[in-house]
Every structure is written in structure tokens, then in C-alpha cells.
């Protein structure tokens, strides 16, 4: 059965550093492309980053640019994102997601799904 796994959510300051991972099982993944959303209770749920297993191509909303950096370790099957600079706008709910098609993931929608990792950004 599919899996995804999340962790190294967490709380810290303003201006700090965290490293999310995705840890993936269950099926060949290989052909699929990964995505980090993230969904503040009450709002729609946001696209943050995106890559593709084959390739690495990388794709980022325009509010984590520069910010933050998806990478992926095939032979461990797991995603990161790596978090710098954070701000309470990034405080939300990450959940790690998985698609055959790019563009769904760029929607916000997946065929697979994690449970989320909380990740508190304080002022």
C-alpha cells in the first residue's frame, strides 16, 4: 500500500530553519512528481513546491521563492524541503503529496496523500 510519510515539522522563531522530509513506500514512485501543500485551518489549501523524481525539475509558489528548496534522494524514496527564512505567514499544516501529473500538484490536488506535519512559525 502507498505511503507517505512526513516529519521534521516543528515550532520555531522568525527568521529560523527547518527541514521537512517525505519519506515515500509502497509503490514505485519513481514516475511520479512530488509536491509540499500546506493548509492554514479556515483556507484554501496552497500549493508550496513541486519536483519531479526523473529530471529533479523544481517548481515554487512565488511566497517561498528563495526561501525554501524542494529536493529529492531517489534511493532513499524521500522528498525534502528545506525552510529558511521562515515567517509566521508560513505557519500551516505541510502535507506531502504525490501525482502522475504534474499539473494536478500544481492545483493542489494528488493522488496520494500524507497526514501533514505541523509547522509553527512564532513572532
Known amino acids: 500500500q502507498a505511503q507517505l510519510v512526513e516529519s521534521g515539522g516543528g515550532l520555531v522563531q522568525t527568521g529560523g530553519s527547518l527541514r521537512l522530509s517525505c519519506a515515500a513506500s509502497g509503490r514505485a514512485f519513481s514516475s511520479y512528481a512530488m509536491t509540499w501543500l500546506r493548509q492554514v485551518p479556515g483556507k484554501e489549501r496552497e500549493f508550496v513546491a513541486a519536483i519531479r523524481w526523473s529530471g529533479g525539475s523544481t517548481y515554487y509558489a512565488d511566497s517561498v521563492k528563495g526561501r525554501f528548496t524542494i529536493s529529492s534522494d531517489i534511493a532513499k524514496n524521500t522528498v525534502y524541503l528545506q525552510m529558511n527564512s521562515l515567517k509566521p505567514e508560513d505557519t500551516a499544516v505541510y502535507y506531502c503529496?504525490?501525482?502522475?501529473?504534474?499539473?494536478?500538484?500544481?492545483?493542489?490536488?494528488?493522488?496520494?496523500w500524507g497526514r501533514g506535519t505541523q509547522v509553527t512559525v512564532s513572532s
Open positions: 503529496a504525490a501525482d502522475r501529473v504534474l499539473e494536478r500538484l500544481l492545483g493542489g490536488n494528488a493522488s496520494f
